[in-house]
């Protein structure tokens, strides 16, 4: 297991957002969270990847225990949460984006990126790296494209790309493909098979849109008011009577 967490609670006041949830991401798997709308799944990552200290339980990334480290630390270990391209970054190119991720993290301000950089500044070694992410992702080109013109797939496939560079062996996914249209949706998750299968990365991924994403993941985890109420294959978890009961109302 890559990623374990070992009966995890975080609150909020006197709500129980994640309520002793222990679960294990096999290295080398896409594991998918599910659940209704505020059942604490986005609360459970955030406090897996250090964006919120835990009020209790344990969490280990490679058998290592790292319970309350902060985001920066967790990014240095490999465990990246992909985020929303910053609205600066939109207008460098899409190379000058994966150049940025490697050189910083996200304990860092953004406000020095104000000044544009150019990628001629960099290694060419980095310059290299950056070329054959994009390549895997297909992206190449667009390499000297400004985000912004870009769609949301592609912008989508650019924050991967982010977590790559950042040398990432865990990459969390929250809703990797909402408001992406089915072509581009099944394109994003094509993608995500190719680097588990090519670069050994690890995936877990947060997603809605079940029709789509169970096609591709290996183990499922159902959340529901902030326990997991269900685990097991795609096929199990959609033949679940609980899982649907929550889904569909009964
Ligand atoms: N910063 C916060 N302060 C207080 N309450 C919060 C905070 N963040 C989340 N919550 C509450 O914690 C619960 C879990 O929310 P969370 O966003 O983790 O759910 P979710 O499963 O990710 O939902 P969605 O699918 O809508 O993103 C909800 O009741 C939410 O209102």
Same mark, same amino acid.
């Given at each position: 297991?890559?990623?374990?967490?070992d009966n995890l609670v975080k609150? &909020?006041?006197g709500l129980?957002? =994640?309520?002793? =949830?222990?679960i294990g991401v096999e290295d080398g798997s896409i594991t998918l969270l599910i659940g209704p709308n505020g059942c604490g799944k986005t609360? &459970? =990552?955030n406090s897996v990847s250090g964006y919120y200290k835990p009020d209790g339980g344990k969490v280990y990334f490679q058998g290592e225990d790292t319970t309350g480290l902060p985001l920066h630390k967790m990014y240095q270990k490999g465990l990246v949460r992909t985020f929303q391209i910053p609205s600066p970054f939109l207008q460098l190119s899409v190379l000058e984006n994966l150049l940025l991720a490697e050189r910083n993290n996200p304990g860092e301000s953004f406000t020095k990126h104000l000044i544009r950089s150019s990628w001629k500044d960099y290694e060419a070694d980095s310059v290299d790296k950056a070329i054959q992410i994009m390549r895997i992702l297909g992206l190449e080109k667009y390499w000297d494209k400004e985000p912004a013109s870009l769609d949301a797939g592609a912008l989508k496939l650019i924050e991967i790309g982010r977590a790559l560079m950042a040398e990432a062996k865990m990459v969390i996914l929250d809703e990797p493909i909402a408001g992406v249209n089915p072509k581009l949706a099944h394109?994003? &998750?094509?993608h995500i098979v190719k680097l588990r299968d090519e670069m050994k990365l690890t995936f877990l991924i947060i997603e809605h849109r079940l029709d789509i994403a169970l096609k591709y993941v290996d183990f499922v985890y159902a959340m529901h008011q902030g326990r997991i109420i269900a685990r097991g294959t795609p096929d199990e978890i959609a033949r679940n009577e609980q899982v649907r009961m929550v889904y569909v109302g009964g």
């Open positions: 297991m890559i990623l374990k967490t609150r &909020f006041g129980i957002a =994640v309520n002793e =949830v222990s609360t &459970f =990552v394109n994003i &998750f094509s």
